[in-house]
Antibody, heavy 121, light 107 residues
Framework: QVQLQQSGPGLVKPSQTLSLTCAIS??????????WNWIRQSPSRGLEWLGRTYYRSKWYNDYAVSVKSRIIINPDTSKNQFSLQLNSVLPEDTAVYYCARGQWFYYYAMDVWGQGTTVTV | EIVLTQSPATLSLSPGESATLSCGAS???????LAWYQQKPGLAPRLLIYDASNRATGFPDRFSGSGSGTDFTLTISRLEPEDFAVYFC????????FGGGTKVEIK
């Protein structure tokens, strides 16, 4: 059974960097038929996809236009996890942050989600 | 960016009734890239439908998805108490975006 376990601080000061990690069990961050995503949810913005990382002979990243200048998503194959770094945060970055797996079988819809981390800026 | 508009925002129904939820896209989608998620309070969204009409693991056949192009529908027949939740559509063909959600509440 695939599980995603999120970790990271729940409080970040404005202008600082939000950092979260998503540890994967039961799957591999390097598996070719998967994508590894970060999504956030807030009352004002709803569900917002932030970006993803995936491996297809080499590593790729895609980012949402809204955060592209501030975001980095990195895989860590040694720990089988991936991370989110969002720089220069603002109060409007306050949200519940989720990591999630996209799988080829589901046309890359997200079938496994982390438990969510409430981040307050 | 493709914008998804869900309607209605809230649906008030009784157990046993049927629910019809709509998701409209600002541009035509490949149906392969339209999904529906169910979310209950305090929990992460859960994949319900992928490829517009295929049920994900664990959902009964009273849930069905349909549609193509810019108009997609999620139908829940014979609502059970555990079906009252918020439902989101999502497209993943051009970047990824979510609709604003439809809350199905008990009348």
């Amino acid at each position: 059974q695939v599980q995603l376990q999120q970790s990271g601080p729940g409080l970040v000061k404005p202008s600082q960097t939000l950092s979260l990690t998503c540890a994967i069990s039961g799957d591999s961050v390097s598996r070719n038929s998967t994508t590894w995503n970060w999504i956030r949810q807030s009352p004002s913005r709803g569900l917002e996809w932030l970006g993803r990382t995936y491996y297809r002979s080499k590593w790729y990243n895609d980012y949402a236009v809204s955060v592209k200048s501030r975001i980095i998503i990195n895989p860590d194959t040694s720990k089988n996890q991936f991370s989110l770094q969002l720089n220069s945060v603002l109060p409007e970055d306050t949200a519940v942050y989720y990591c999630a797996r996209g799988q080829w079988f589901y046309y890359y819809a997200m079938d496994v989600w982390g438990q969510g981390t409430t981040v307050t800026v | 960016e493709i914008v998804l508009t869900q309607s209605p925002a809230t649906l008030s129904l009784s157990p046993g009734e049927s629910a019809t939820l709509s998701c409209g896209a600002s541009q035509s989608l490949s149906s392969s890239f339209l999904a529906w998620y169910q979310q209950k309070p305090g929990l992460a969204p859960r994949l319900l439908i992928y490829d517009a009409s295929n049920r994900a693991t664990g959902f009964p056949d009273r849930f069905s998805g349909s549609g193509s192009g810019t108009d997609f529908t999620l139908t829940i027949s014979r609502l059970e108490p555990e079906d009252f939740a918020v439902y989101f559509c999502q497209q993943y063909g051009s970047s990824l975006t979510f609709g604003g959600g439809t809350k199905v509440e008990i009348k």
